[in-house]
C-alpha cells in the first residue's frame, strides 16, 4: 500500500514533476501496473515473502482456507495482518506525501466503481481475481512452472492495470480497498470489492480442483523455494517427483 500511493501521486497529483510530460491515461496506468508489479514481485520473493507465503491478499488466504492448505486460526491471523499492514502503509504515505496524496484527483489512490457503473467494476473484479487465481494455482502446482509464479503474477499485474483499472479502479484485494477508503472516506461500492475478489477466487479454485483434482494443490505459498519453512499444511515435496 505504501507504494501503490507513492507511484499513484507520482503518477495523478496535480503537484508532481511527471505532468510535464501529459502522459495519456493508458500510459499513466501501464506505468502503474509496472510499479505495482515490481513492488509485488520484490515482495514474493524477498525473504519475508519466501517465509510466509506472500499472502498480502484475504481473498488468496480465505481460498486457500478452503482448499485445506492452511489452518482455519493461521487465516485468521493473515487477514488480520493482511489489512493491518495496508492500513500502516497508507498511514505512512500519508505522513510521507501529506496533501498530495489526501487531495484530488489521488484521494488515497481509492478503489471506486468507474464510468461503466457498478455492474461492470463487480465483473472486471471478478474476471481478474479468478484469473490471477488461476494463474497462482497452476503456476504454483506445476514442476516447471512454479519458479516463475512471481514473475506470472507481476505479469497479470501489469495486463490489470493497462486493461481494466478506468473499470473498477483495480484492486482484486479486500484490505487494499479498505485501508484506501477509511483514510479517503468514500465507501461507494465497497462491497464490490470485498464479493467480487472472493468469489472469483473461489470460482477459480473449483474449476481447478474439478480439472486437476484436490490432491494438485500442494501448498498454499504463492512462491515456494524448498529453503523457507512452510507455516502450511505443505506437500510440495511430492510435486518433485511428479510426471
Known amino acids: 500500500m505504501l507504494c501503490i500511493c507513492l507511484f499513484g501521486t507520482l503518477l495523478y497529483s496535480n503537484a508532481s514533476p511527471l505532468t510535464r510530460f501529459a502522459l495519456s491515461r ?3 496506468a501501464a506505468i502503474m501496473g509496472m510499479g505495482v508489479a515490481g513492488t509485488t514481485l520484490l515482495v514474493v520473493r524477498s525473504p519475508f515473502g519466501r517465509r510466509s507465503g506472500a499472502h498480502y491478499n484475504p481473498a488468496i488466504t480465505l481460498t486457500y482456507l478452503w482448499l ?17 499492514g495496508a492500513l500502516c502503509g497508507v498511514f505512512i504515505a500519508r505522513q510521507i506525501l501529506g496533501i498530495s496524496l489526501s487531495s484530488d484527483p489521488v484521494h488515497y489512490v481509492v478503489t ?9 467494476a463487480f465483473t472486471s473484479e471478478f474476471l481478474l481475481s479468478a484469473l490471477l ?15 516463475f509464479s512471481p514473475l506470472l503474477v507481476a505479469a497479470v499485474t ?5 486493461i481494466c483499472s478506468s473499470i473498477s479502479g483495480f484492486s482484486v484485494n479486500p484490505a487494499r480497498t479498505f485501508s484506501s477508503a477509511l483514510f479517503a472516506s468514500i465507501w461507494w461500492g465497497i462491497w464490490i470489492y470485498f464479493i467480487a475478489p472472493c468469489l472469483g477466487m473461489l470460482a477459480a479454485a473449483g474449476a481447478y480442483i474439478r480439472a486437476f483434482g484436490p490432491s494438485r494443490v500442494y501448498c498454499a505459498k504463492v512462491f515456494h523455494d524448498l529453503h523457507s519453512t512452510c507455516p502450511f499444511p505443505c506437500r510440495f515435496a511430492h510435486l518433485e517427483h511428479e510426471r
Open 26 to 28: 493508458p500510459e499513466n
Open 68 to 84: 485445506g492448505r492452511i489452518h482455519r486460526w493461521d487465516a485468521v491471523s493473515y487477514v488480520a495482518a493482511q489489512f493491518s
Open 112 to 120: 471506486v466503481p468507474g464510468s461503466y457503473g457498478r455492474e461492470a
Open 133 to 147: 487465481m488461476g494463474v497462482v494455482l497452476f503456476a504454483t502446482n506445476h514442476r516447471t512452472l512454479a519458479r
Open 158 to 162: 501489469v495486463f490489470y492495470f493497462a
